[in-house]
């Protein structure tokens, strides 16, 4: 990474950018995963001998909330730092 400026505000600036990105990510990962596990499996119906059973509206509504929950907090993270 080159810094092309005599500030050393900026470094400290994409310290923390580094460490909240990073954070944000696991995050990410976690939810993907949990979501994969579960929610992908019931959809599947591989849940439905035990009389699990998720309807692809209840499904579509899930996804999208978790897709508009991923982007609001990318929007977040841009206007923190004034990317």
Do not use: C
Not at 35 to 52: K, P
């Amino acid at each position: 990474m080159v810094i092309m400026s005599e500030r050393l505000r900026d470094i400290e600036m994409l310290i923390t950018f580094n460490e909240k990105v990073r954070r944000e990510s696991i995050e990410d990962l976690v939810w993907v995963f949990i979501y994969n596990l579960t929610l992908v499996s019931i959809a599947m119906g591989n849940l439905y001998h035990e009389g699990i059973i998720l309807r692809p509206e209840m499904a579509v509504i899930i996804m999208i909330t978790s897709e508009k929950n991923y982007i609001v907090k990318k929007h977040i993270l841009e206007i923190a730092f004034k990317l």
